[in-house]
């Protein structure tokens, strides 16, 4: 199976438009989004995966629409810490906003991540090796052919450890742009995992925003 790691499109925190750490895309964002839509639109997804988060939310539905692939939210690809102080979006805000978007039954009105306020990184990289172990389970299944994921920064480092096999402690980042493209192989019969590609960002030409990830390093709280 072929799987395709899309980092969101810039969200209005990264540009720090707004406080809220699950804020929706910025214009810059949205335009990213759609070229990436682009690269995609002949290559046959499958299914697209993304966070009840905002941004990741609506980097999926954009990407739904413009490949037919049917999308689908899970809480546990949601960035380090769920919402931290927020308590997430509610049922009826994702249904209304992102119909596209198939939801999971612990989303409910009083807000998706009002379960948890802290995680620590020890806390996230066993998280993301459950999305990774989902992510296998699929591969092995032979359901899908190629599918699509969209990743967060800190997120999206530990589930590319596991899905590499790297140990938690070795000191390993990944550098993720807003709609940056990695791809992997994944053949389960003989347990290898083969790069394809890191970062790709030559869809993206000027609306690459070097400004916003100026941290050679991940800030875990």
Same mark, same amino acid.
């Given at each position: 199976m072929e799987l395709i790691? @899309? !980092?969101? &499109? $810039?969200? =209005?925190? +990264?540009?720090?438009?707004?406080? %809220?750490?699950? %804020? /929706? =895309? %910025? #214009?810059? &964002?949205? $335009?990213?989004? !759609? =070229?990436? &839509? /682009?690269? =995609?639109? +002949? /290559?046959? @997804?499958? /299914? #697209?995966?993304?966070?009840p988060m905002q941004r990741a939310l609506e980097t999926a539905q954009i990407l739904s629409s413009k490949t037919q692939a049917s999308a689908r939210a899970f809480v546990h690809l949601s960035e380090h810490g769920y919402g931290w102080e927020e308590n997430g979006l509610s049922l009826s805000f994702i249904e209304n906003q992102y119909p596209l978007i198939r939801l999971p039954s612990e989303i409910d009105e009083d807000g998706w991540a009002r379960h948890w306020n802290h995680e620590t990184r020890s806390d996230l990289y066993r998280r993301m090796g459950y999305t990774a172990d989902q992510i296998i389970k699929v591969a092995a299944s032979k359901r899908l052919k190629k599918l699509v994921v969209v990743i967060h920064g800190k997120s999206g480092t530990e589930l590319l450890k596991h899905l590499l096999q790297i140990p938690e402690e070795a000191k390993y980042y990944f550098r993720m742009f807003n709609c940056g493209i990695t791809r992997l192989y994944l053949n389960i019969e003989t347990n290898e995992r083969t790069v394809i590609c890191m970062n790709d960002i030559s869809h993206l030409g000027d609306l690459v925003q070097m400004k916003n990830l100026s941290r050679s390093v991940p800030r875990y709280r």
């Amino acid at each position: 199976m072929e799987l395709i790691l @899309v !980092r969101h &499109g $810039e969200s =209005l925190h +990264n540009i720090k438009a707004v406080t %809220s750490w699950d %804020s /929706e =895309l %910025s #214009i810059i &964002g949205k $335009e990213q989004v !759609r =070229l990436v &839509g /682009e690269v =995609l639109l +002949n /290559e046959q @997804v499958d /299914e #697209i995966w993304c966070s009840p988060m905002q941004r990741a939310l609506e980097t999926a539905q954009i990407l739904s629409s413009k490949t037919q692939a049917s999308a689908r939210a899970f809480v546990h690809l949601s960035e380090h810490g769920y919402g931290w102080e927020e308590n997430g979006l509610s049922l009826s805000f994702i249904e209304n906003q992102y119909p596209l978007i198939r939801l999971p039954s612990e989303i409910d009105e009083d807000g998706w991540a009002r379960h948890w306020n802290h995680e620590t990184r020890s806390d996230l990289y066993r998280r993301m090796g459950y999305t990774a172990d989902q992510i296998i389970k699929v591969a092995a299944s032979k359901r899908l052919k190629k599918l699509v994921v969209v990743i967060h920064g800190k997120s999206g480092t530990e589930l590319l450890k596991h899905l590499l096999q790297i140990p938690e402690e070795a000191k390993y980042y990944f550098r993720m742009f807003n709609c940056g493209i990695t791809r992997l192989y994944l053949n389960i019969e003989t347990n290898e995992r083969t790069v394809i590609c890191m970062n790709d960002i030559s869809h993206l030409g000027d609306l690459v925003q070097m400004k916003n990830l100026s941290r050679s390093v991940p800030r875990y709280r």
